[in-house]
């Protein structure tokens, strides 16, 4: 019989038959809805670790079994193939289909701890973050900034938000180091972080299909937090349709085995009632934990300064928190960033203007007045915009022309 020392990896696994002096890696395993279980085998043989080309396998399959069993024999017929292949078909259905141990959950009422924040509110510890937004919604330069913050432990910054010190990294499936360098030297020079180094990473094949070469990455790196730029590229698909599906699954399913934090950058989807929503698969929407969306003020014009904010969108395990204001100052070689306070009606077009209205509600009556001008708009748009929700049952006149809530505005679907 067969002995050999197996190692789980981020992919697969790695089995040393020391006696044979062979060593197989099995790498992107994947079980299907149909019952195969596929991945693949590379096999570094005898003293001189001779390889052989990487190949596809099926453990499922009798015949894949049979067929590789009878080349290796004719290469190499001093071992023993027929045990060696089994053990490793048997060692992979094991790693699949074992999971992992059970637990027992023991709720307290004392010293009740949140996963905690490297970004308050916007990345939160041990979950799925995304920003998602237009092209142009300065997405991808506000999460470098947060890196930074991270890196550097910045807890008083002129963004107004403060980063829990740790080790950082980027996953690019959109840029390349040049241009990111370009963006962060900017950031740099402009005045918006002190200088720090990151990781990078530039990618070409799905997070899932190239996930111990990441994983790799990310172990050198030691790395808390890993932004993923962007979601769609690197879960290989950004469709609707059961593909879209599989991919998302399977992006999610890749980060979970990672075991850390991540902040992916989505593109944005527009349903036909004018909802946003990240582009692509429910499931980016569904198996994510902590949601902001990107957004230009409505007001801006162009030339060399501009406001933006994120809006708190969804979370599983938190409140939704107001809306967070930048301005944006560009030249050629900088790019100043501080925080701008900022006013929901800023940000929604009119379709969105009943979920501002709402989430201003919920500080307390107002009035007909305060409304419009919170919104910045007419006294007679904003009637008509209460007497819309008052149909649906979502506010009421409380008398003394002010009107207030009859339900909480985070139960309110757009």
């Known amino acids: 019989m067969v002995k050999a020392e197996v190692k789980k990896t981020i992919s697969g696994c790695e089995i040393d038959f020391i006696e044979e002096k062979l060593r197989v890696s099995v790498e992107r395993l994947d079980a299907h809805s149909d019952g195969r279980i596929t991945g693949i085998l590379r096999m570094y043989i005898g003293k001189n670790k001779q390889t052989e080309p990487p190949f596809s396998f099926n453990f499922s399959s009798a015949q894949t079994r049979k067929q590789l069993t009878n080349n290796l024999n004719e290469k190499y017929p001093e071992w023993q193939w027929l045990e060696i292949i089994d053990f490793i078909i048997n060692t992979v259905q ?36 995304v920003i998602y937004g237009d092209k142009g919604s300065k997405k991808t330069t506000l999460s470098l900034c947060l890196l930074g913050l991270i890196a550097l432990g910045i807890d008083d910054s002129q963004l107004e938000l403060a980063g829990q010190k740790g080790n950082v990294a980027l996953l690019d499936w959109e840029n390349n180091a040049a241009l990111t360098d370009y963006t962060l030297s900017r950031l740099v020079k402009g005045g918006t972080l002190p200088y720090f180094e990151l990781p990078y990473l530039r990618c070409v094949q ?49 980060l979970s085995e990672f075991n850390i934090t991540s902040l992916s950058i989505g593109q944005n989807a527009k349903n036909e009632e004018g909802k946003k929503s990240i582009y692509g698969s429910t499931y980016y929407t569904y198996y994510s934990r902590n949601i902001f969306s990107a957004r230009n003020s409505k007001e801006n014009l162009g030339g060399d300064e501009e406001t933006c904010a994120l809006i708190h969108e969804e979370s599983n395990f938190s409140k939704k928190y107001p809306p967070i204001g930048f301005r944006l100052t560009y030249t050629d070689t900088t790019i100043s960033i501080v925080h701008s306070e900022a006013n929901l009606s800023q940000y929604y077009d009119r379709v969105s203007q009943a979920k501002a209205l709402l989430e201003y509600l919920k ?13 910045e708009v007419t006294d007679n748009r904003a009637r008509v915009l209460l007497s819309q929700l008052k149909k649906r049952g979502k506010v009421l006149n409380l008398g003394a022309g002010e009107w207030g809530l009859t339900s909480d505005v985070n139960e309110v679907n757009f």
């Not at 094991?94 to 916007?122: D, M, W």
């Not at 690197?234 to 699954?249: E, I, M, P, V």
């Not at 500080?363 to 919104?375: P, W």
């Open 94 to 129: 094991r790693l699949i289909t074992q999971g992992e141990p059970s637990t027992i959950i023991k709720p307290t009422t004392t010293e009740i701890k949140h996963p905690g924040y490297f970004v308050e509110p916007v990345i939160m510890k041990s979950v799925p973050n």
């Open 206 to 254: 799905p997070l899932a299909d190239d996930m111990d070469r990441i994983g790799k990455f990310l172990q050198e790196n030691k790395v808390d937090l890993v932004m993923i730029d962007s979601l769609g590229k690197a879960a290989g698909s950004d469709r609707f349709d059961s593909a879209g599906k599989n991919s998302a699954l399977k992006y999610f399913q890749a």
């Open 363 to 375: 500080h307390g009556a107002k009035s007909t007045r305060d409304i419009a001008q919170e919104l």
